[in-house]
């Protein structure tokens, strides 16, 4: 199986923490996996009772069956909401009541808590009890970090996990590296499209969960929503993940491509559900040099590349967009804030003014990414190969004009050994990148 070690170490860092340890992230990116299989492991093996840790699931039926026997009289699921079974909090209580008697503290493993009732009040009542030590997964839009700061006054201690990172993916595959990863560039990091025996069951179970699960859950929170439209919106963006967009740039393509006429305004709503569900992820523009970001256009790119390319019915397996995205996701694995860098620098025209001299215009150019954390700061170009003077001028031009002195990187899929560059710049290949966590400070 696949090892989560940066997981494992976040909730083992956070015991007893008098904060709800919430686990957020897309569906099947193995959220419950990690707090009920790896961390229930460690616990054990590390001494904890058995019988003082409490694992409950509000999606699974058979533990919320076990619910009926508290206050009989009561229904066990007291509403449905977008799709899913809300479940009675005071029979949840009682359960609770029943299962610690004994002295002591308890743990709390609670996956897909938002299907329970109220349950921000209910988890800040057990912590002030203080003898609960919680861990809870939630998939949906009240996970995002700035709601769990609100939902739980600051007592809400985010972890979001994303799906399998090269790194982890190789932990569970006997492939050798390169072989893994043009692999994880097709399929992605969903550990259940992993595990699938052979390329065709990988691509039906990705699009399988891509469809059943990822707009299904769309559609049901909003029911109004044309499901064709939906998916058409995703298919658009995950054939631009390297270009910039904004709602009207796929309003236009609407038209022309498909003859269809969609408000932009119902796109940026489609693109903000997208969000929601842990799907895509905005990369904001930012003048390096002007030290500010630029509304639109914005850049997007996906959770989980396995599932753009499933929404794309594994037709267009782009190499320099899905790498450009893979590299992007594992900057933020490692803790990095991500935006887009641009670049504005000053280019001869094919002008003259009136003495003869050339006019020279504002050009913006683009670096890759500017990933920042703490205080350090590093400029990232993503190529597929730099094999000519051209491209080596058209990936270098925007690292040769930022005028500070933070690292610059090259990251190349088709690269050799590591190595410097007589402008200063680290150049090295993908793998590397993705295997080594020091790599950006060689």
């Known amino acids: 199986m696949f090892k989560r070690d940066k997981y494992l170490n976040q909730l083992i860092r956070s015991r007893d923490n008098h904060q709800v340890k919430v686990i957020t992230g897309i569906r099947r990116a193995g959220k419950s996996y990690l707090i009920n299989k790896i961390f229930f492991d460690w616990l054990v093996e590390n001494g904890v009772d058995v019988t003082h840790i409490i694992k409950f699931s509000f999606d699974s039926e058979i533990d919320i069956r076990k619910l009926d026997s508290y206050l009989p009289t009561e229904s066990t699921i007291v509403r449905v909401v977008e799709g899913q079974n809300i479940i009675n909090n005071r029979k949840f209580m009682l359960f609770i009541d029943d299962k610690t008697k004994d002295e002591g503290n308890y743990i709390l493993l609670l996956d897909e808590i938002q299907n329970l009732d109220d349950f921000v009040r209910v988890l800040n009542g057990y912590l002030y009890l203080n003898r609960f030590d919680i861990y809870v997964t939630g998939s949906n839009s009240r996970f995002l970090s700035s709601q769990v700061d609100t939902e739980f006054s600051g007592r809400g201690n985010r972890i979001h996990l994303l799906p399998l990172s090269f790194s982890e993916y190789l932990t569970g595959t006997d492939l050798y590296k390169r072989d893994a990863l043009d692999e994880y560039i097709r399929y992605g990091g969903i550990p259940l499209v992993e595990l699938q025996s052979n390329d065709e069951e990988k691509a039906k179970m990705a699009i399988s969960i891509y469809k059943e699960t990822y707009l299904k859950d769309i559609k049901n929170r909003h029911p109004q929503v044309e499901e064709n439209n939906l998916h058409t919106t995703l298919e658009v963006i995950a054939s631009m993940i390297s270009t910039p967009i904004n709602p009207t740039k796929i309003e236009n393509t609407f038209k022309s491509a498909f003859s269809i006429k969609l408000s932009n305004n119902v796109i940026g709503n489609y693109i903000n559900w997208f969000e929601e569900a842990y799907l895509l992820n905005k990369a904001l523009r930012y003048n390096v040099k002007g030290r500010h970001y630029i509304g639109t256009p914005y850049k997007v790119y996906f959770e989980d590349v396995g599932i753009r390319n499933a929404a794309l019915n594994f ?78 001028d058209q990936e270098y031009e925007s690292l040769r004009n930022i005028p500070d002195s933070f690292k610059k990187v090259i990251i190349v899929k088709n690269e050799g050994l590591h190595y410097r560059t007589r402008e200063g710049f680290l150049r090295l290949s993908l793998l590397d990148f993705l295997t080594n966590i020091d790599s950006l400070d060689w």
Do not use: H, M, P, S
């Open 315 to 392: 037709r267009e397996v782009d190499e320099t967009d899905i790498i450009e995205n893979i590299v992007y996701n594992e900057l933020r694995y490692r803790g990095f804030n991500v935006d887009v860098g641009i670049v504005t620098i000053k280019k001869k025209t094919d002008r003259k003014d009136k003495n003869g001299k050339w006019i020279y215009a504002d050009v913006d150019t683009e670096c890759d990414f500017v990933a920042n954390k703490g205080d350090k700061t590093y400029y990232v170009q993503v190529a597929l190969t730099i094999d000519t003077l051209e491209k080596k």
